[in-house]
């Protein structure tokens, strides 16, 4: 048992901006690590892409992500609802990690809805 926590599993998922802003898809891997049978943390790691900007000019509004693809990591605290549905508070972090001119990053927090097959 204690070494299932090690394991990780993978995922897939997307981040749309409506307001024209950047959109990203990403894939990795997930650790989760239960604290009770109900609440649990997690941690991520893996790539994205973007539509992002990423040169050295780049209007105000908007941060230069210096290239595509990213790496991404996320860290959430997690509670179950049921065995399949879950609710998360999440931050995620995309950044080229150094790898290209320009560096920025790009930060969210939120909240996520989780389902588990």
Known sequence: LFLSYFVPRPHIGA??????????AFA????????TPQFFVEASFGG???NGETG???PVDRSALG???L???SASIGYRISAQWSVMATVEHLSNGGLCSQNRGLTNVGARLGYTF
Do not use: K, Y
């Open 15 to 24: 981040s749309l901006n409506t307001g024209g802003g950047t959109s990203f």
């Open 28 to 35: 990795g891997l997930t650790w989760t690590f239960d604290l």
């Open 48 to 50: 994205a892409i973007h």
């Open 56 to 58: 050295r000019t780049v």
């Open 67 to 69: 290239c595509s693809p």
């Open 71 to 73: 790496f991404r990591e």
